[in-house]
């Protein structure tokens, strides 16, 4: 059974910064591609962000370029997402996802694409 459990959300101001961590049960971590997604109140979950099984590609939403981060430690079996310069809009409940690597072509800003999913950390952005 894979688990994944995302931690590191709370509340913030705008502007400042938080870094959020996923540890992964499965023993095979380097043979898992990464992935953030995050969902707020009354919108779909969205594409955040995205890692390859290496750690040697990475993917972003427009809406977080230049201010997100995503990091693999396959040593750790964790995947980071530090998050700087947070806005008010960034605030929703993130997931950490894992997709099988060596199971067909990835497209990783496709949410049904990842075979397993976090429970989900809340992160809350103030004005």
């Known amino acids: 059974q894979v688990q994944l459990v995302e931690s590191g959300g709370g509340l913030v101001q705008a502007g400042d910064s938080l870094r959020l961590s996923c540890a992964a049960s499965m023993r095979t971590f380097t043979s898992y591609h990464m992935g953030w997604f995050r969902q707020a109140p009354g919108k779909e979950r969205e594409f955040i962000a995205a890692i390859s099984r290496s750690g040697g590609s990475t993917y972003y939403a427009d809406s977080v370029k230049g201010r997100f981060t995503i990091s693999k430690d396959n040593a750790k079996n964790t995947v980071s997402l530090q998050m700087n310069r947070l806005e008010p809009e960034d605030t929703a409940v993130y997931f950490c996802?894992?997709?099988?690597?060596?199971?067909?072509?990835?497209?990783?800003?496709?949410?049904?694409?990842?075979?397993?999913w976090g429970q989900g950390t809340q992160v809350t952005v103030s004005s």
């Open positions: 996802a894992a997709r099988w690597a060596p199971s067909s072509i990835w497209t990783p800003m496709r949410s049904g694409e990842y075979d397993y």
